[in-house]
């Protein structure tokens, strides 16, 4: 079983920046691939970006591709998105989830493991 922890969610003004942090616990934190999902109110869980096991390859959509990085630490058992130049329409719950494999994937139904997710709103 793993559990993963988010934080680092905020409220930020347009164009600022955060950087969201996704904690694991256990030991076989490096063989999974990782992605981060947002939801906004009214609308379906959405893919944001995802790496795999060794932070080899990464995938972000198309919304924020050059505003947005993901990253991770596997000593740390840690992944990260690193968000800037942010928008109104980034307003959302912001989830980290596990793969049980180690690819990157953007399908939700890939990811074994979710976190409760952290807010992040973006004020114009």
């Known amino acids: 079983q793993v559990q993963l922890v988010e934080s680092g969610g905020g409220l930020v003004q347009a164009e600022g920046s955060l950087r969201l942090s996704c904690v694991a616990s256990?030991?076989?934190?490096?063989?999974?691939?990782m992605g981060w999902f947002r939801q906004s109110p009214g609308k379906e869980r959405a893919f944001v970006a995802t790496?795999?096991?060794?932070?080899?390859?990464?995938y972000y959509a198309d919304s924020v591709q050059g505003r947005f990085t993901i990253s991770r630490d596997n000593a740390k058992n840690t992944v990260y998105l690193q968000m800037n130049s942010l928008k109104p329409e980034d307003t959302a719950v912001y989830y980290c989830?596990?793969?049980?494999?180690?690819?990157?994937?953007?399908?939700?139904?890939?990811?074994?493991?979710w976190g409760q997710g952290t807010q992040v709103t973006v004020s114009s």
């Open positions: 256990g030991r076989t934190f490096s063989t999974y691939g």
């Open positions: 790496i795999n096991w060794n932070g080899g390859i990464t």
């Open positions: 989830a596990a793969a049980a494999a180690g690819f990157s994937s953007t399908q939700m139904g890939a990811y074994k493991y």
